[in-house]
């Protein structure tokens, strides 16, 4: 697992570069900048960077690494929650990306491993299963950093009513909590499952869903 943002940034640029990138700072650049947006301040590039830090600490374990790697690099790069096709454009992006970097083989793929980001129904592939579990994996860290994390969920859809956000919250996170597995992979299961759960319970409960 690369030590520190420096580190891992560097271990990203390297793998953009053995991915196909020419100019692997330019295209470190222009993600970072897609990410950074004041209204989404969970969904941003820290969001992004923890995911990284994980999946390069599992990186032997998963599967279509490549593939993973750029879907998440991708999966937020348009963000606005007042939107239900975000993931589709982003998806978009990812093709883009897949063709700049001279890996159109990849693009289908990474597009579909994407969607498996709307949460929809739970992920069919390996790959799949391992970046929903990176993406869900702040659900299952502290309490504070979860407080955190609904925190800036709140701030992102101060649109909403309260009535109606804490209806439509709850019923986001019940779903997460009546899975028989929030993590469909083992190391990520042994690590925030039994957390996760305590903390979508007790987010409920805030909640009065």
């Known amino acids: 697992m690369p030590d520190g ?3 891992l ?4 640029t390297e793998f953009l570069g053995s991915a196909g990138a020419s100019d692997t ?4 650049a222009a993600l970072k900048s897609d990410h950074d947006r004041a209204a989404t301040p969970y969904h941003n590039w820290t969001h992004i960077a923890h995911g990284l830090d994980l999946l390069w600490e ?10 993973v790697a750029i879907a998440w690099l991708n999966h937020d790069r348009v963000y606005d929650a007042k939107a239900s096709d975000n993931e589709e454009k982003s998806a978009d992006l990812s093709r883009a990306m897949c063709e700049d970097l001279g890996r159109a083989d990849l693009a289908d793929r990474v597009a579909e491993l994407i969607l498996d980001t709307k949460h929809q129904v739970e992920p069919q592939t390996p790959a799949g299963k391992w970046l929903v579990g990176v993406d869900l ?12 994390f ?5 701030t992102e859809y101060a649109h909403v009513p309260g009535p109606l956000y804490r209806i439509g919250r709850g019923r986001i996170l ?31 409960t805030a909640l009065g869903a």
């Open 5 to 7: 943002t420096s580190e």
């Open 174 to 204: 019940r779903g997460f909590l009546d899975r028989e597995e929030i993590y469909q992979v083992r190391e990520l299961k042994v690590r925030f499952e039994e957390q996760a759960r305590a903390n979508l319970k007790a987010a409920i």
């Open 58 to 67: 599992y990186r032997d374990e998963i599967p279509e690494f490549e593939a």
């Open 25 to 28: 700072a330019g295209v470190l």
């Open 9 to 12: 940034e560097a271990a990203v």
């Open 137 to 148: 994996a702040i659900l299952g860290e502290t309490e504070e950093r979860f407080a955190a």
């Open 150 to 154: 609904d925190k800036n969920i709140r």
